[in-house]
């Protein structure tokens, strides 16, 4: 969510710091600011809105100093103005945040008594407020860092620098993430190890409840008792030049364009080519004995993992629970001894979904993540992890990640149907052997559907609301599709079980309302053609995605008809899970939003 940077370096450390924060745009945010010491001083540039407005503010107003922090900011509390940005700050002390403070008004209240003035609606200056009080009262930066820290309540990463101190920067982490970057001479703070790519590959990543006193020199760790504690510098695989569009018109486009190499290389991992056996790696798990699977996650790293459940129950007869993990620790569910926690995340920081580990791992769950991100939080307190290689995805709405975790979540249903005898040699090789044609098949959507996508991206983008329907391990996909146009076009559109549309929504069909069913050849076919049917009846602007067979069949009642190349049901959800993403970032240029950042949104979701 929010972007946290902080630069100790040789040189005027502000260009540094808007580059970091440029990287983190990613993440979303609605206002963003810089400060840095100047002459022991600190002097503040924020701005409302995107970078751009910052980087005029400081061309009117430029900012020198070798050290600073900068920020981009998510609103929680109060609203995203330019008073409200961080960095937050008095004459003594300024710092940016990422989180949520949840005793703010305690706090507030306590020192608005001791005289301290506040001049934001924002949790984020109670701890600004704070220090600055201590600072008053005589305590030294550290001391003053100590004892704030200990009040604080909730979720925060923190950055904190000190007038009249030019070569110091304190950091902290409670629920959020903060990493620590390790120069030749410099040193730099981060909220993760993309925002300092350029600057530095070693980086040593805060555990919750660590604090770190950074110089020029280093870095120390400590813990909440002040007690140092070490830290493992690790050499991070990321680069700057990764996150370029690559001439493509925004990140989101080129991601979707990314899904073929994506799911191959994800493949690749997983799979012996030759055998056609899926090769996971050394798991401490033994599925043959696995009592139950829970699956949580948010969005759509959630809809994958719906897909995987079908996947797990039907191959390997694997009883799962799916939860969406906002919901999953007030549901408060019995987790059998000896159960599997499977969680999947792009970031590996969601905040709700790193909760739920949590909730599991006192639980006595083994603990499985699919993360995209090996140095996250997810990553590191995991008992294991299947990585997906998407690389780093920029555009906030998940593409290529999405299929990377189906590819995964589908080689490890597999690998646990083999591990109790529910399939047999022939059978994986056959599920083996759709899953690797699906980069190929991928290639050849994005090559031969082009044009009819943008046909029928100009007809969604005159609609007020849309349905989408599938069944099976396509009814995710439906939803995958719904929340992709709601969260980039900003066109109210909702994902159903095809059999449940007689059960309400039927009643909003009438000829302004496309319906998109999702109908691959297979199985289900005959069920869903009978739902999109009652549809046509009532007026529904039919739009059909399926293969040549599902066009003969039922091509005659659609107003638009996308065509796939045939695939096995077990691998549509990779391959019909492009069309849908597609067709949302076609509606959303024609609509003329914000694609890669689109309103109220961030890539990072780090608060619950």
């Not at 972007?3 to 963003?32: F, T």
């Not at 407005?53 to 330019?82: C, K, Q």
């Not at 407020?129 to 004892?147: H, I, K, M, S």
């Not at 909220?191 to 919750?208: C, F, G, Q, V, W």
Request: hydrophobic share 45%; charged share 20%.
């Amino acid at each position: 969510m929010c972007g946290i940077v902080g630069v100790i370096g040789k040189q005027p450390a502000a260009p540094l710091l808007m580059g970091a924060l440029q990287r983190l745009e990613y993440r979303g945010y609605d206002s963003a600011g810089i400060a840095t010491l100047v002459n022991g001083h600190i002097e503040r540039r924020r701005a409302e809105g995107k970078l751009g407005n910052l980087a005029r503010a400081l061309e009117e107003r430029p900012l020198p100093g070798r050290t600073g922090i900068g920020h981009t900011r998510w609103a929680t509390h109060g609203a995203p103005t330019e008073a409200n940005a961080h960095p937050h700050g008095t004459a003594r002390v300024a710092l940016v945040h990422n989180g949520i403070i949840e005793n703010h008004a305690e706090l507030r209240r306590e020192l608005e008594a001791k005289g301290q003035e506040f001049s934001t609606d924002t949790d984020t200056e109670t701890v600004v407020q704070l220090l600055d009080w201590l600072l008053a009262e005589g305590a030294e930066p550290e001391e003053a860092a100590r004892v704030a820290f200990g009040r604080l309540e909730g979720a925060y990463a923190l950055a904190v620098i000190f007038a009249g101190h030019s070569e110091l920067m304190i950091g902290a982490q409670h629920g959020a993430p903060l990493a620590v970057g390790f120069g030749d001479g410099e040193m730099f703070i981060g909220s993760d190890a993309l925002a300092l790519a350029p600057l530095t590959r070693r980086i040593a990543y805060l555990h919750d409840g660590d604090w770190t006193v950074v110089s020029a020199g280093g870095a120390r760790f400590l813990d909440g008792s002040g007690a140092e504690i070490v830290r493992e510098i690790k050499q991070t695989a990321l680069s700057g030049a990764a996150i370029g569009k690559a001439g493509f018109r925004h990140y989101m486009e080129k991601e979707l364009h990314e899904h073929p190499a994506v799911i191959g290389d994800s493949l690749r991992r997983m799979v012996d080519p030759a055998t056609r056996a899926v090769t996971l790696p050394e798991l401490p798990l033994d599925f043959a004995r696995l009592p139950r699977v829970t699956i949580t996650a948010c969005g759509s790293a959630f809809y994958a993992g719906l897909v995987a459940r079908y996947w797990f129950e039907s191959l390997a007869r694997l009883p799962v629970d799916a939860d969406v993990a906002s919901e999953f620790r007030y549901r408060e569910p019995p987790l059998p001894e000896g159960g599997l926690g499977l969680l999947v995340s792009q970031s590996g920081e969601t905040a709700d979904t790193l909760a739920a580990l949590r909730t599991m791992k006192a639980a006595g769950q083994t603990i499985l993540s699919v993360v995209n991100v090996p140095e996250s939080s997810m990553a590191r307190e995991s008992d294991a992890v299947l990585r997906t290689v998407a690389g780093p995805e920029i555009g906030v709405a998940s593409t290529k990640a999405f299929t990377a975790q189906l590819a995964v979540l589908a080689c490890l249903a597999i690998a646990a149907a083999r591990a109790r005898g529910t399939i047999g040699d022939n059978r994986e090789a056959a599920l083996t052997d759709a899953l690797l044609r699906v980069p190929g098949l991928a290639a050849d959507i994005l090559d031969r559907l082009a044009g009819p996508v943008q046909r029928l991206a100009a007809r969604v983008a005159e609609a007020r609301d849309v349905l989408y329907l599938g069944r099976g391990n396509c009814f995710a996909i439906a939803m995958e599709g719904a929340l992709k146009l709601k969260e980039i076009s900003y066109i109210h559109a909702e994902g159903y079980a095809a059999g449940e549309m007689k059960h309400g929504p039927i009643a909003l069909i009438d000829k302004s309302v496309p319906i998109i069913g999702i109908a691959p050849s297979g199985p289900l076919f005959e069920k869903t053609a009978s739902n999109l049917q009652e549809a046509q009846a009532r007026g529904g602007q039919i739009v059909l995605l399926t293969d040549e067979a599902g066009e003969r069949r039922l091509g005659h009642l659609a107003v638009e008809t996308l065509v796939l190349p045939a695939v096995d049901p077990f691998a549509a959800p990779l391959l019909y899970a492009i069309p849908v993403q597609w067709l949302a970032y076609h509606v959303a240029v024609l609509k003329g939003t914000d694609v890669d950042q689109p309103r109220n949104l961030a890539k990072s979701v780090t608060v619950e």
